[in-house]
């Protein structure tokens, strides 16, 4: 095991040398030795414009951005988990545990005091952005990238300031959507990417998500036996973005895709709405700053919609928010969300923005409401699936290329086939199956 990673170190600062500036990489060809996913990773990394010689990761969250953000998020409750079963360990065997968000800012930094000093000196620290698209190659942000666990060793950082350091990082994801909500990593020397210790975090992770799950069901068993006028005079005289148990136990959400009427989440309760109500929290969700009624009405109506009709529907979903839950009730004037909402087409575009493609692949269920025909669902469906269907073409490997495959919406696409089958190895058995697909549509077209 250790003659292997003296040779992958040997191979990965060989390829360093052939980084330019980080602007320009050389071909995959040109690297031999290297990891398929390092090659893959430095690949996304220059098209980030992740400077190799940056000595740090950049500060995205000042003290006071972070210590509000961290009450919030719905991995602060499960920090007791980590702390027992990675933390408290770590304390004197040169590791560090730390646990980012869905898009790679570290949020706990805790372990080893000595090595959490080293550390700060390339900014490993909370509220840093360990991102791929920022600081290219690192577990914590490369496995958010891939959406799974892995390990970096020494010279395959991308960095060149982060290569004394190694570390193994799983994701975490929502026990009940799927969703990924953050990273779990193990930062140190060797001994932070030894064989077991993959083993180790994807069992804690798993424990957590265990354990997030467990509280979720404790929490809604305590609501549902509280009188509802009791559940609902405690939620009016709460402000808006409560710090209490409820709030860091769920992120608030919207299930658009693939469905043709919306499934809505809030506090742990669940309602399925019609399929207006479902567009119109759509689409009022893609516009935090609000719309008035005549922008509403343009965005909701294939032909002349009327302000009137709107409000008639705006009253009927008023109603089902207002026993869902009273904050969730949206403003006037303009009409606007009043409490954070997440949906998950949303979810698919920030995964996309900084190049995770796979995560992106992984949460999309299907088109944005595929029945709508509100102009600005249809504009809306257009935009995510336009972006991940380029983006699978882009930077896709042969297994993204045929699960998107797989989707509704790709079953006639014959350029993500023919894609596939350029990176397909020859000898591929799944060669086949492409092939049968692509003479079907030349059949079909032709007829």
């Known amino acids: 095991m250790t003659n292997l990673i003296t040779r992958q170190q040997h191979s990965?600062?060989?390829?360093?040398?052939?980084?330019?500036?980080?602007?320009?990489?050389?071909?995959?060809?040109?690297?031999?030795?290297?990891?398929?996913?390092?090659?893959?990773?430095?690949?996304?990394?220059?098209?980030?414009?992740?400077?190799?010689?940056?000595?740090?990761?950049?500060?995205?969250?000042?003290?006071?951005?972070?210590?509000?953000?961290?009450?919030?998020?719905?991995l602060a409750t499960i920090m007791p988990v980590i702390h027992k079963l990675l933390v408290q360990p770590s304390h004197d065997s040169g590791l560090?545990?730390?646990?980012?968000?869905?898009?790679?800012?570290?949020?706990?930094?805790?372990?080893?005091?000595?090595?959490?000093?080293?550390a700060e000196g390339m900014?490993?620290?909370?509220?840093?952005?360990?991102?791929?698209?920022?600081?290219?190659?690192?577990?914590?942000?490369?496995?958010?990238?891939?959406?799974?666990?892995?390990?970096?060793?020494?010279?395959?950082?991308?960095?060149?300031?982060?290569?004394?350091?190694?570390?193994?990082?799983?994701?975490?994801?929502?026990?009940?959507?799927?969703?990924?909500?953050?990273?779990?990593?193990?930062?140190?020397?060797?001994?932070?990417?030894a064989p077991h210790t993959l083993s180790l975090v994807e069992a804690t992770v798993a424990a957590a998500q265990a354990q997030l799950r467990v509280e979720r069901l404790q929490l809604a068993a305590e609501l549902a036996r509280k009188p509802v006028r009791r559940r609902q005079q405690a939620?009016?005289?709460?402000p808006p973005r409560a710090e209490g148990k409820e709030?860091?136990?769920y992120r608030n959400?919207?299930?658009?895709?693939?469905?043709?009427?919306?499934l809505l989440s809030i506090g742990g309760r669940t309602v399925a709405l019609s399929a207006r109500h479902s567009e119109i929290l759509a689409l009022l969700s893609a516009h935090p700053?609000?719309?008035?009624?005549?922008?509403?009405?343009?965005?909701?109506?294939?032909?002349?919609?009327?302000?009137?009709?709107?409000?008639?529907?705006?009253?009927?979903?008023?109603?089902?928010?207002?026993?869902?839950?009273?904050?969730?009730?949206?403003?006037?004037?303009?009409?606007?969300?009043?409490?954070?909402?997440?949906?998950?087409s949303n979810q698919v575009l920030n995964c996309l923005q900084r190049g995770a493609h796979r995560i992106a692949l992984e949460i999309y269920r299907g088109a944005v409401l595929p029945r709508s025909e509100a102009p600005g669902i249809v504009e809306l469906r257009a935009r995510v699936s336009g972006l991940l269907r380029e983006a699978v073409l882009t930077d896709g490997s042969?297994?993204?290329?045929?699960?998107?495959?797989?989707?509704?919406?790709?079953?006639?696409?014959?350029?993500?086939?023919?894609?596939?089958l350029k990176l397909l190895p020859p000898r591929s058995p799944r060669r086949a199956a492409v092939v049968a697909d692509l003479e079907r549509l030349e059949a079909e077209l032709s007829a």
């Open 289 to 344: 700053e609000g719309l008035t009624a005549e922008q509403l009405c343009l965005q909701l109506y294939p032909g002349d919609g009327s302000t009137m009709t709107l409000r008639a529907e705006m009253v009927r979903l008023r109603k089902i928010l207002q026993q869902l839950n009273p904050e969730a009730v949206p403003g006037s004037r303009p009409y606007r969300l009043a409490m954070d909402l997440v949906p998950d």
């Open 398 to 420: 042969a297994e993204s290329l045929l699960r998107y495959a797989e989707l509704p919406e790709a079953r006639n696409d014959a350029g993500v086939r023919l894609a596939a």
């Open 96 to 118: 560090l545990v730390a646990v980012g968000d869905e898009v790679g800012r570290l949020l706990w930094v805790e372990g080893d005091p000595a090595m959490q000093r080293r």
């Open 235 to 238: 939620s009016a005289s709460r």
């Open 253 to 262: 959400s919207l299930q658009l895709l693939g469905r043709d009427q919306a």
């Open 123 to 193: 900014m490993f620290v909370p509220g840093a952005d360990w991102s791929e698209a920022t600081v290219g190659t690192s577990a914590p942000g490369t496995a958010l990238a891939l959406g799974r666990g892995i390990q970096i060793s020494g010279a395959e950082h991308y960095q060149r300031s982060v290569h004394p350091w190694s570390c193994t990082a799983v994701p975490f994801h929502d026990p009940d959507s799927g969703a990924v909500l953050g990273v779990v990593d193990i930062t140190g020397t060797d001994s932070a990417v």
């Open 247 to 249: 709030g860091s136990l």
């Open 12 to 74: 990965a600062l060989a390829g360093h040398e052939r980084l330019d500036g980080g602007l320009a990489f050389p071909g995959v060809e040109e690297l031999p030795g290297i990891r398929t996913l390092i090659r893959e990773s430095w690949q996304r990394s220059a098209g980030f414009k992740a400077d190799p010689d940056s000595p740090g990761a950049p500060l995205a969250l000042d003290l006071e951005e972070l210590e509000d953000y961290r009450r919030q998020h719905p």
